[in-house]
């Protein structure tokens, strides 16, 4: 068992109607506030309207347009500029992972008088950031409860896990209903991108019995209440359920004290959708199995026993090799059941830049030292079989 140093302070406020606590939690922060958003859905479920009311009294400045894979430019280096200049106390975020995302780069870039991609890149570490409260209506990243968020930058092809003790949110708002209306696309999508954060957690080479237990248990419950979710949107239990599974699925606890497995499969979607802005979580989906059967080996045969029986309840008198074989296979197969492409091809990748790609992969992602070691051939020979 690795050792580690782990601490989460972020303040979870869960269940239905739990928002109307936001001006007592809003209270202790300040005055003005920048509230961000992306495409308006908020305003759909009223949830916007709500925002406002409750905040009455409060100076709000807006950041909207936040997209999918939140980009740099314009919405990071517009939420800078605007905290800068009205001089905001705190930032509420209010919609799905990639509005909290961007807005945790905001508030590390707000506390920063350099170029805040310096921060993002790594070049220099953040000093401080501004206080962050988020409503969370998108089951699927987790980043409500982790202190790390994903920012594209369009001009260079980069698409970088931006990750710093100081953005941790202060407070997340989960309301399961908040998600009742989020489409079987996004539905699905989180599903896997929620499935995946367990998996890059589950297959490394010291794991405990635990943490193994954890995430079994993780990927059981999505499956379960992700396809009761898809069957019947407005199922409260099931949304609240995966709400959870999604929050805990990215903070580190489902590994404390295994081994890195170096997120590869993240590694290898972040160019994917760096380079064609392709839906994160369709991404990974598709990325996931090619990967498991391109690392399947004598070294990871156990682990992979090991899930196919305690994931998907493949009989444990098989051949070892045949379990292994099931459970990649039960993967694919769970990914496409719920309606996900199962081909880059389907999302708009072909193989014109493939090669690019990779070199992209194994120059900046690290993956030489993931789990299973991964080399720019291997990249290619994974992209490609997901063609």
Not at 4 to 29: C, H, N, W
Not at 216 to 225: F, K, P, W, Y
Not at 303 to 311: E, P
């Amino acid at each position: 068992m690795q050792n580690f140093d782990y601490q989460t302070p972020t303040r979870l406020i869960f269940g239905k109607g739990v928002v109307s606590k936001l001006p007592e939690v809003m209270a202790q922060f300040g005055k003005i506030v920048l509230l961000t958003y992306g495409g308006g859905s908020i305003k759909k479920i009223g949830l916007y309207q709500k925002v406002l009311e409750l905040l009455k009294g409060y100076e709000i400045v807006e950041l909207s347009g936040i997209q999918p894979n939140p980009k740099y430019n314009p919405s990071v280096l517009e939420g800078v500029r605007l905290c800068k200049e009205h001089k905001v106390d705190v930032i509420l975020s209010v919609g799905g992972g990639s509005v909290l995302d961007c807005s945790k780069a905001i508030a590390a870039g707000a506390c920063y008088d350099g170029d805040p991609w310096d921060l993002i890149s790594y070049k220099v570490k953040a000093q401080a950031a501004l206080p962050i409260v988020d409503i969370i209506t998108l089951a699927a990243t987790g980043s409500e409860y982790d202190c790390g968020g994903v920012i594209s930058r369009t001009e260079t092809n980069d698409k970088i896990g931006y990750i710093d003790e100081h953005l941790f949110p202060a407070v997340s708002f989960l309301d399961p209903t908040y998600t009742f209306s989020v489409s079987r696309k996004q539905t699905a999508a989180g599903i896997a991108d929620a499935m995946n954060h367990t998996m890059e957690q589950y297959f490394v080479e010291d794991a405990t019995l635990l943490n193994d237990g954890f995430c079994e248990s993780m990927l059981r419950s999505l499956m379960v209440n992700g396809r009761k979710c898809l069957e019947n949107p407005e199922d409260y239990t099931a949304r609240a359920e995966m709400m959870l599974a999604c929050t805990y699925g990215c903070n580190g606890i489902l590994a404390l004290g295994n081994s890195e497995s170096g997120w590869p499969c993240h590694g290898i979607e972040h160019a994917l959708s760096a380079y064609y802005d392709i839906t994160h979580g369709e991404g990974l989906a598709i990325i996931t199995p090619r990967w498991m059967q391109h690392i399947l080996s004598e070294r990871t045969l156990p682990r992979f026993v090991k899930y196919g029986i305690n994931v998907f309840g493949i009989d444990s008198s098989l051949p070892e090799w045949e379990i292994a074989e099931k459970a990649i296979d039960e993967t694919y197969k769970f990914f496409q059941r719920i309606g996900i492409p199962m081909h880059l091809r389907e999302v708009g990748i072909d193989d014109s830049r493939i090669s690019e790609m990779a070199h992209h992969i194994a120059v900046n992602e690290g993956l030489e030292d993931a789990y299973a070691p991964l080399t720019e051939k291997d990249i290619v020979e994974i992209l490609t079989a997901s063609l």
